[in-house]
């Protein structure tokens, strides 16, 4: 089966990648050639610019592909493009949508397929909303063989972020600084380690049964409080985290931006149910723990952190919000 890869490297894709290399899938991948990590042997690399539009088209001249994997794709006209490259030249193309265009805020505790996608609280996620439907109804009148995947939080080397990326709370835990939770760090929420991704992922390529539908891929019916997951940030570190609680109503007071992220994501709590891929790819178990996994991401860290510039005007406002809060008693 050949099966390309847009992006190929990143957070997600690289572990899958590893999975369907082992699997014997002929793999080549479209991207800068900025590669951090060496891809498994036997894997192709073309070299292009996905905004270059002319390097992109370059893909024309490829053999068809039995599945295009699109994990680059952020805005409608990437996917007009890519029906006008692949329309008609492939078996299945997988669009890699997200899990934070399901209903903000949600209505149910665990969330399905079925659970509406309507989130009004970020641009991001109505984007991704938008494409899908625009994919579906192209499947719909035989232009392009769609699947749909929709990932939640899935990490490999960075820590979670947030309000802040995974870097600036690493350098904050380990230089002694506040770090801001929201809410009081009780909220519920669902990691997925990338190679537990991975699995069930590449078992969707090439499978007929996937086809025209969409799945979500994350960890089953289980997740972990804000609070242990800083805390085993810190324990990953060799350090302490000295938590903030502060109610996400102030954190978007004191920056607007942080809606989209916050409100339109990480603020509500939910449980994911991944029946539906069950019954597609076969059972699967989510085996990189909370521990593991953040053990991974520090030593992925350790290798990058010289190159860490903080920026002080963001850390000037963490330490303002932490300093004021606990002003407050919180």
Not at 2 to 15: H, N, Q, R
Not at 57 to 86: K, M, N, P, S
Not at 159 to 188: E, M, Q
Not at 322 to 328: G, N
């Amino acid at each position: 089966m050949k099966v390309l890869y847009i992006g190929g490297t990143g957070e997600i894709s690289y572990s899958c990648i590893l999975a369907g290399a082992r699997l014997g899938h002929e793999i080549a991948v479209f991207n800068r050639g900025r590669c951090e990590e060496p891809l498994p042997p036997g894997v192709r690399q073309i070299v292009g610019d996905m905004n270059d539009d002319a390097s992109y088209r370059r893909l024309l001249g490829e053999e068809r592909f039995d599945v295009v994997c699109q994990f680059r794709a952020y805005a409608d006209e990437t996917i007009r493009r890519d029906l006008e490259v692949f329309g008609g030249r492939c078996g299945q193309y997988v669009f890699i949508s997200s899990a934070s265009a399901y209903q903000k805020p949600p209505k149910r505790l665990v969330v399905t397929e079925d659970t509406p996608l309507e989130n009004p609280y970020w641009d991001y996620s109505r984007a991704k909303a938008r494409m899908e439907a625009t994919l579906l109804s192209w499947h719909a009148e035989g232009r392009l063989p769609v699947t749909i995947v929709r990932p939640s939080h899935t990490h490999r080397r960075r820590f979670p972020g947030g309000i802040g990326n995974g870097d600036d709370w690493a350098w904050r835990i380990l230089h002694g600084k506040a770090v801001l939770v929201y809410g009081d760090g009780t909220s519920l929420w669902t990691l997925t380690h990338s190679d537990d991704f991975a699995e069930p992922f590449v078992r969707l390529l090439g499978n007929s049964r996937a086809l025209g539908e969409a799945f979500h891929i994350t960890r089953h019916m289980e997740s972990y409080t804000w609070n242990e997951i800083y805390r085993q940030i810190a324990v990953a570190l060799d350090a302490e985290a000295r938590i903030v609680h502060v109610p996400t109503d102030t954190l978007l007071r004191y920056n607007p931006e942080w809606t989209g992220p916050l409100l339109g994501d990480k603020h509500w709590p939910v449980l994911f149910d991944n029946r539906k891929v069950m019954s597609v790819a076969g059972r699967f178990e989510c085996k990189v723990s909370l521990v593991d996994g953040m053990a991974g991401a520090a030593e992925h860290y350790r290798r990058r952190a010289k190159e860490y510039v903080p920026d002080p005007r963001r850390h000037a406002l963490f330490d303002r919000i932490a300093d004021e809060q606990q002003a407050l008693g919180g």
